[in-house]
């Protein structure tokens, strides 16, 4: 009997694991299976209610994930990282207070816990307290995902004189466009930047400003002293919200490149870019993306023309005949962000998601209307209708989780309102 009980947990833990990595692989039925298998061999076994939390949270599902993570608290109490994913699925469904509740008692349990540390942060920024905010949001340096790899002297602001600095992406494309307007605030400090980032943003920051070069993240830099994470210029920088640098634009495209674009628009139209989806490996995806069909309501609309800036598998979503009557794609040389910046330029507006073109459109100084989830990435704040980041975008915010129609409606309203002052504004100028 004693053996096969230990043989049933060997069975479950193993069943559990599979369940992890699966997760990590964003295989979310199977590893929904294996956590299943697991309580059917081990019913008090925490983490794999956890694991189900997970996948029920990558899956957008947070009253699901709220209950699995509930359950495994019963069944380990002391648990500081299912108390923080906890908290993290309570802030998504808009309860702060009960997240925060669950977030400090993670710290209390393990006060060097990364993860807790950080979303605490991302709840300060999220209502503006960019004081508590920014040190919190160092933490994120300690997790295994941001942990620093390189060799240099990590730079906190010490003065530069005419040293090799090299600035590195850390996160997501839409990190390294939103924080590489820093990239010449350290230029004034006296540093000769050089900024290392990921293969299709390269193009596109070579002309940005104070940048000495552009490297591929695997490129070594040997004659660097300093080096420092681009998320991590905020803090340095001590940004609150009166002193976010958000001059626009702060990249800029070569006007042939954009002339190929213009010469794509429908001139008696009101030309809008659309973006529906972002990284489906973002833990985050299934609350910030929207299904195209969704869309619908905006395809109907007399006087816009939409173009597809949608990239990844996503795109496919247009081979729908209902879906691709209203949508042009744009004839593209390449894939990199420097012909997505020209095209942005060439449109009148873009629709987009909270994904790497909404930052773009931002940071090109064009307008750009961006839907967002209840609770949103701390960058967009809560309730405002701008950001300080971008002052040329307009956010569009989910009254409660998961209600994209309402966000359509607002959206469909606007481009109507717009289209009328565009054929104003043409009428007057005739």
């Known amino acids: 009997m004693t053996s096969l009980s230990a043989d049933r947990s060997e069975l479950a833990r193993r069943y559990r694991r599979a369940g992890a990595t699966l997760t990590r692989n964003g295989d979310l039925d199977r590893a929904y299976d294996y956590y299943l298998a697991c309580l059917a061999m081990d019913p008090l076994e925490p983490k794999a209610h956890d694991g189900l939390g997970g996948v029920a949270f990558c899956r957008g599902d947070l009253s699901h994930a709220i209950d699995h993570f509930q359950r495994a608290i019963a069944l380990a109490p002391d648990a500081a990282a299912t108390r923080t994913n906890l908290g993290c699925a309570l802030l998504c469904m808009g309860r702060v207070a009960d997240a925060i509740e669950q977030l400090e008692a993670a710290i209390l349990l393990r006060p060097d816990c990364p993860e807790a540390h950080v979303n605490l942060g991302a709840i300060d920024l999220l209502f503006g307290d960019f004081t508590n905010g920014?040190?919190?949001?160092?933490?994120?340096?300690?997790?295994?995902?941001c942990r620093p790899r390189f060799p240099q002297r990590f730079w906190r602001g010490e003065?530069?004189?005419?040293?090799?600095?090299?600035?590195n992406e850390e996160q997501g494309l839409g990190d390294t466009i939103q924080f590489c307007r820093y990239a010449p605030l350290v230029a004034a400090r006296g540093g000769r930047v050089i900024l290392r980032a990921g293969t299709p943003l390269q193009p596109l920051l070579s002309n940005l400003s104070g940048?000495?070069?552009?490297?591929?993240?695997?490129?070594?830099?040997?004659?660097?002293?300093?080096?420092?994470?681009?998320?991590?210029?905020?803090?340095?920088?001590?940004?609150?919200?009166?002193?976010?640098?958000?001059?626009?634009?702060?990249?800029?495209?070569?006007?042939?490149?954009?002339?190929?674009?213009?010469?794509?628009?429908?001139?008696?139209?009101?030309?809008?870019g659309l973006v529906w989806a972002g990284s489906p490996r973002n833990p985050r995806d299934r609350l910030r993306s929207i299904a195209l069909c969704q869309l619908g309501p905006i395809l109907d609309i007399e006087g816009v023309q939409l173009f597809s800036l949608q990239c990844g598998a996503a795109a496919a979503q247009l081979s729908e005949p209902s879906l691709a009557r209203g949508i042009r794609a744009l004839e593209r040389e390449t894939t990199d962000f420097l012909d997505t910046a020209a095209a942005i330029i060439a449109l009148d507006l873009v629709i987009a998601v909270d994904t790497a073109p909404a930052h773009l459109a931002g940071a090109l100084g064009k307008p750009v209307w961006i839907l967002l989830p209840h609770v949103p990435d701390w960058r967009w704040m809560l309730e405002t209708p701008r950001s300080p980041w971008y002052p040329t975008a307009r956010l569009f915010r989910q009254p409660e989780p998961g209600n994209w129609d309402a966000v359509v409606d607002l959206v469909v309203s606007a481009l109507r309102g717009a289209v009328a002052a565009t054929r104003q504004q043409r009428l007057v100028i005739s």
Request: hydrophobic share 40%; net charge positive.
């Open 211 to 272: 940048v000495e070069e552009v490297v591929p993240m695997d490129r070594r830099v040997p004659d660097a002293r300093w080096a420092c994470p681009l998320p991590s210029l905020p803090s340095i920088f001590r940004t609150d919200l009166d002193s976010i640098p958000a001059t626009v634009p702060y990249l800029h495209v070569d006007p042939a490149r954009q002339a190929v674009f213009q010469q794509q628009m429908r001139s008696s139209h009101l030309n809008v």
């Open 134 to 145: 920014w040190p919190r949001y160092e933490w994120r340096l300690r997790t295994t995902y």
């Open 159 to 167: 003065p530069l004189k005419k040293e090799l600095i090299v600035l």
